[in-house]
């Protein structure tokens, strides 16, 4: 048995189902009809969602679909960081949504002193963008694991546990 056992909070979202979701929704924008006629366009790309359209009220039908797709395909709307609607050439809006992987900075030191503060025994250490959380007690482990889902809605980001050693 190690003398140290291990997990990593990471955020992370599986690409596959996102690009799923995205088809999902480009396929209801074209025979939706409220949607049918708003030369609506949805550009994912590696790093971003790019949604444009006709007009603020069809951005946001299309962005809540978009989020109810995601939704329903197992993924976080946190993964989402929009950013603000943007006037584009002739009378369209766009409205970009930058895609969330990894814990920033400041979310792993406030993750790491939530852990310490409640867990003295437990050593949280940043390792890049995974936050690697080890002890000597499995069950401090799984403490630490129920005190950040409880705290997850504080972050702006996704968390998952994973290479629980």
Same mark, same amino acid.
């Given at each position: 048995?190690?003398?140290?056992?291990?997990?990593?909070?990471?955020?992370?979202? &599986?690409?596959?189902?996102?690009?799923?979701a995205? &088809?999902?929704?480009?396929?209801?924008?074209?025979t939706?009809?409220d949607?049918? &006629?708003?030369k609506?366009e949805?550009?994912?790309?590696?790093?971003?969602?790019?949604?444009?359209t006709?007009?603020?009220m069809?951005?946001?039908? *299309?962005r &809540?679909? @978009?989020q109810?797709?995601?939704?329903?395909?197992?993924?976080?709307?946190?993964?989402f960081?929009?950013?603000?609607?943007?006037?584009?050439?002739?009378g369209?809006?766009?409205?970009?949504?930058?895609?969330?992987?990894?814990i920033? $900075?400041?979310?792993a030191?406030?993750?790491?002193?939530?852990?310490?503060?409640?867990?003295?025994?437990?050593?949280p250490? @940043?390792q890049?963008?995974?936050?690697?959380v080890g002890?000597?007690?499995?069950d401090?482990?799984?403490?630490v @694991?129920?005190? *950040?889902? $409880?705290?997850?809605d504080?972050?702006?980001i996704?968390?998952?546990?994973?290479?629980?050693r």
């Open positions: 048995m190690p003398a140290e056992s291990t997990f990593d909070i990471v955020s992370d979202f &599986d690409r596959q189902e996102l690009i799923n995205v &088809d999902q929704a480009r396929r209801e924008v074209a939706r009809y949607l049918k &006629d708003t609506t949805i550009v994912l790309s590696e790093k971003e969602l790019t949604i444009t006709e007009s603020e069809h951005l946001t039908a *299309v &809540d679909l @978009i109810t797709r995601a939704l329903r395909r197992n993924l976080s709307i946190k993964i960081k929009f950013g603000p609607i943007q006037e584009v050439s002739g369209r809006v766009r409205q970009v949504a930058l895609l969330q992987r990894g920033p $900075e400041d979310v030191k406030k993750l790491a002193k939530l852990i310490r503060d409640h867990f003295p025994k437990v050593q250490r @940043i890049g963008d995974v936050l690697r002890s000597k007690s499995r401090e482990l799984q403490a @694991i129920r005190l *950040v889902k $409880e705290h997850q504080e972050f702006a996704p968390l998952q546990f994973t290479n629980y």
